[in-house]
């Protein structure tokens, strides 16, 4: 037996705990590895499917965008046609009134139902305004029994008319029940009679006592376009009741099939639904420019 030192062997239990905790170590930075990649592709994923739907949403609103202007557009391309064929209809109807009978279109305000090029349907109205109560040149007594007919109270009526002359005539002191500038005042508005003729209808808005009922039901049977007495055979009822209850003389008028004033609507329906009025005031006869007829108003009327 050999004296001497003993020698130990090596350790292996230290440098194998270390093996074992490095190898361990890296199994875990694996593992924390993976589960970042698998975090990583989980978030792309969600950007790829909000993107997608963000897509989708664009894309979406993008074609009812396109829809709805091509709606649009199509509706405006039905307007302005419906548009078209009224016009053209209502110079038709002047070109008809100015032939002689028994080919011209006789202003007798019966509706005509009129078929048009493309399955167009349309309504024309002739209606001479020779029948009707020019409110620039009626008396008070005229004025008070239309209004009066109309279902106006006879003290109302009595002032409404004599506003009506104080509005379109140029005295400064009101008459008689009437209305100047200090009744308007009064009223509290800020404007008065302007003393001259009225250049509208809807110009009778603005005179004290008059109401939107009122005028609405005084429009059908009045007209700044006719120059004299109504013609009484061609007068609404309530005109002719005027007359009679205010003792004004019945005189003869001119044929009404030849009035020299004309009041034409002419009304379209397109297949598609669109629709569109026009209306218009006509003077017929030569005019300044030589021509046969001259338009006085040109609109399109409330519905």
Partial sequence: MRDGPIRDGPIRDGPQRDGQGRNGQGRNGQGRRQGVGRVDRGFALLIVLWSIALLALVGAHVTGTGRTEAQLAGNLRSAARAEAAADGLLYEAIFHLLLPAPGGWPADGIPREIALPGRIGATLLIESEQGKLNPNLATAGQLQALLQGLGLAPRPAMALAAAILDWRTAARTARPNGAKEAEYRAAGL???????????????????????????RLKPVLSIYQDGEPDLRIAPAAVIQAMQDSGAELEAAPDPGTAPTVLITAAVRLPDGAAFTRQAHVRLGPGAQGRAWRILTWQTPEE
């Fill in 190 to 216: 800020g404007y008065a009679p302007p003393g001259r003729p009225f250049e509208s209808l809807d110009e009778m808005q603005l005179v004290l006592g008059m109401t939107p009922e009122l005028l609405a």
